[in-house]
């Protein structure tokens, strides 16, 4: 049975940082592209960025590029999202997912974590 589950969330000021973490069981880790969403309220959940099951590709929401950055740690089951130069809008509750077997190309996520809560103040 996988779970996912984030921790890392706050309250943060503007200009601030953050760093979140899934960590993740019931299956081989490092076989597995990860991914983090968001979704604020009142809005869709938003893709926020991804990485490949071994790390060697990331993609990032044009929204977040440059501030954010998404890392693994096979060793460790854990993904990581350092969010750095914090705004306001992207106060958020954030996801991670799981992807599908060394398929990083479709972006299709089978799993999903509860989510913790981002939340920067102006």
């Known amino acids: 049975q996988v779970q996912l589950v984030e921790s890392g969330g706050g309250l943060v000021q503007a200009g601030g940082s953050l760093r979140l973490s899934c960590a993740a069981s019931?299956?081989?880790?490092?076989?597995?592209?990860m991914g983090w969403f968001r979704q604020a309220p009142g809005k869709e959940r938003e893709f926020v960025a991804a990485?490949?099951?071994?790390?060697?590709?990331?993609n990032y929401a044009d929204s977040v590029k440059g501030r954010f950055t998404i890392s693994r740690d096979n060793a460790k089951n854990t993904m990581y999202l350092q969010m750095n130069s914090l705004k306001p809008e992207d106060t958020a509750v954030y996801y991670c997912?799981?992807?599908?077997?060394?398929?990083?190309?479709?972006?299709?996520?089978?799993?999903w974590g509860r989510g913790t809560q981002v939340t920067v103040s102006s």
């Open positions: 997912a799981q992807g599908r077997y060394r398929d990083y190309t479709s972006r299709s996520y089978d799993y």
């Open positions: 019931g299956r081989t880790f490092s076989d597995y592209p």
């Open positions: 990485i490949s099951w071994l790390g060697g590709n990331t």
